[in-house]
């Protein structure tokens, strides 16, 4: 006898012929026991798996319904002796079926063997035309079927691909090009197959096909996920560009005949963020694909711990990656309402904190940056209350990153800093030691003190080490020339010429670390509009500069520069309130010194106002990357000419 699954439940017998196996909750009995491969199901969770409300006399009637099944499958044992295959088993039962009988079982082996050699394609090749329909298909309004068909289904299109591959990979191309087309017509979000079905087409004699493929990938998952493409359908795209005549063969990961789940990937995924880099990249790439994929079996446990598990430390204000920060804070919301108010405590505390992480500060609205304040507070009362430092130095990372709503708060950050490193220290957590040391750094930077900050970033380099944080010194690096630039406006310091050879080095070092869009888009040509500031010189004009997010604050000053007033007085009105990050001071800074040499009184009023809370800091130094000089400079101007108005 054979039972099959992917597709509606069903038995057959050696001839063919089907077996009566009763009604829908025999074969929802049967099914459940598929599931669990051969283990013990107990009889309460099959109990709580067949009623959401379980009648009074459950127990009796699944035994009712074990009894007719075990009549089914074993119509022709002797009365009075023990069952061979529905058995009995501790407090549940369990279905002991060789796996060859059990069509998911075979289709599971059969890609397990395919993983690992090219040999087992025709095994592959018949278990994928097993397929009936979606697994368990009669099985509806279960959680647990709802849960292993999307795990089948997702196996299911793993083997469609690697099935793909292997051909590919044996030299075939044209046969493939309708089937792979249907296939990312009807799963679009899947990369690998877009990358198959160009293959396809190149092998095919069809280049323009293959490009024209390749941008509609890129398309979509911009356009619709957030994301860029990945390294292989980049690197496929320049062999075909290039004109290969011929593509290498796809390159296959193989994981000893393991698929990672969504928990494992997640992981994975956080230990690669802390090498930084390209991993970095990839690894928040990953977390997203682990997240949506926890979030299609249903279980929202699951899903919790996967989104929280990626607690990571984050020290800028600004998201690498926006969409993808906003697709995370979705689903973690989401997940949030499925666990309601009384859902484990330290569950709740990771979403509410992942919330406050991944919300960050300069990419939100009002309304969103009210939601995201309010995360980090009850992330942070719920870790105090579990007494769980891992999870407090985590929600402690969302306070950070939400602690920029308004000009003038670094030692307030720097209490959160110092918090952290210590808990960290304690409790040997040391890449979230690192983290306390940079938030330290930075604020030291804000207030001015540069023998505290310098400390502060010799710590962090010496913890990178041990930790292998290889951004570290790229930021530490952006520090000191910051400290160069300040002590060039001093007597006797360097010269600005080698402060700003600093900065161009600190900016090569930052761009080849390529993770850190957030980060470095304009920092540069803003760390160079500070220095000549601190020199009372006009602002850069060099077209090639790239402003980045801080061209409306920054464009007023460079047309000015220029001579160009009345486009600078055009540009000083359409600059919005500068958003509430670690730039916040800077960018008021720059608003009041345009209003102060435009002559603006309203302009100017308003920067005063922002900056009276902040006259202690400097400009640029929240950052710890760059300086413009004292805050008290700038706001003396504006509210200078505020008053003539």
Not at 67 to 95: F, H, I, N, Q
Not at 349 to 366: F, I, K, N, P, Q
Not at 421 to 441: E, K, W, Y
Not at 462 to 488: I, Q
Request: glycine share 8%.
């Amino acid at each position: 006898m054979r039972i099959d699954v992917l597709g509606a439940v069903r038995a057959l017998r050696a001839d063919g012929t089907p077996v009566d196996l009763g009604g829908p909750r025999h074969r929802e009995v049967l099914a459940r026991l598929v599931a669990a491969g051969g283990r013990m199901v107990a009889t309460d969770t099959l109990v709580a798996d067949l009623w959401a409300e379980p009648p009074v006399r459950a127990v009796g009637a699944l035994r009712t319904f074990v009894a007719a099944l075990r009549r089914a499958v074993e119509p022709d044992r002797p009365p009075r002796t023990p069952p061979r295959v529905l058995v009995t088993e501790g407090p549940g039962y369990a279905l002991w079926l060789p796996r060859d009988q059990v069509d998911a079982h075979r289709f599971e082996d059969a890609l397990a063997r395919a993983r690992r050699t090219p040999e087992a394609l025709p095994d592959l090749e018949a278990a994928l035309a097993a397929w009936r329909g979606p697994a368990y298909a009669d099985v509806t309004g279960s959680l647990w079927a709802q849960r292993e068909r999307a795990r089948l289904e997702e196996l299911r299109l793993e083997g469609i691909e690697l099935r793909a591959r292997l051909l590919l990979d044996s030299g075939a191309g044209a046969e493939l090009v309708a089937e792979l087309g249907a296939h990312v017509t009807e799963h679009p979000w899947r990369e690998p197959a877009w990358g198959l079905l160009a293959s396809a087409l190149h092998r095919a004699g069809r280049q323009a096909d293959a490009l024209a493929t390749l941008r509609r990938a890129r398309t979509m998952l911009v356009e619709q996920l957030g994301l860029d493409p990945g390294a292989e359908l980049r690197r496929l795209e320049a062999d075909i560009l290039h004109g290969a005549t011929t593509l290498p063969p796809a390159r296959t990961v193989w994981t000893a005949g393991v698929r990672l789940g969504p928990r494992t990937t997640v992981e994975l995924a956080r230990t690669l963020a802390l090498a930084g880099g390209d991993a970095l990249v990839h690894s928040r790439r990953d977390r997203l694909a682990a997240v949506q994929a926890a979030e299609r079996t249903g279980d929202i446990a699951l899903t919790a711990r996967v989104i929280g598990a990626y607690d990571v430390p984050a020290l800028w204000s600004r998201a690498d990656d926006p969409e993808q920060s906003r697709a995370v804070v979705a689903a973690a919301e989401r997940t949030l309402t499925a666990l309601g108010t009384d859902g484990p405590a330290a569950l709740r505390a990771r979403l509410l904190a992942t919330v406050a992480v991944e919300s960050r500060s300069a990419d939100l609205s009002g309304t969103a940056s009210e939601r995201a304040g309010r995360a980090a507070r009850e992330a942070e009362a719920l870790a105090r209350e579990l007494g769980d430092p891992a999870l407090l130095v985590f929600a402690l990372n969302g306070v950070f990153l939400q602690s920029f709503t308004r000009p003038g708060l670094a030692a307030a950050r720097d209490v959160i800093g110092a918090e952290i490193l210590d808990l960290a220290t304690r409790h040997a957590l040391p890449n979230f030691a690192v983290l306390g040391r940079l938030v330290r750094l930075q604020s030291a930077s804000a207030l001015g003190d540069l023998d505290a900050a310098s400390a502060h970033a010799r710590a962090a380099e010496r913890l990178a080490v041990s930790t292998e944080a290889s951004l570290v010194p790229v930021l530490t690096g952006w520090f000191r020339a910051r400290v160069t630039a300040a002590r060039s406006a001093e007597p006797g310091g360097p010269t600005a010429a080698t402060a700003a050879a600093h900065y161009r080095a600190a900016e090569d070092a930052l761009a080849g670390t390529a993770s850190m869009p957030g980060l470095h888009r304009g920092l540069f040509a803003l760390a160079l509009l500070g220095l000549r500031l601190l020199h009372d010189r006009p602002a850069p004009t060099d077209p090639a500069l790239d402003w980045g997010p801080y061209r409306p604050w920054t464009q007023p000053l460079v047309l000015l520069a220029r001579n160009r007033g009345e486009e600078a007085r055009t540009a000083l009105a359409a600059a919005p309130e500068p958003p509430l990050d670690h730039m916040q001071e800077a960018l008021w800074c720059l608003t009041a010194h345009a209003a102060a040499r435009l002559g603006e009184h309203r302009a100017a009023a308003r920067a005063a106002t922002a900056l009276r809370t902040a006259r202690t800091e400097h400009a640029g130094g929240a950052s710890g990357l760059l300086t413009m000089g004292p805050v008290a400079r700038y706001l003396k101007e504006a509210e200078k000419c505020a008053a003539q108005g």
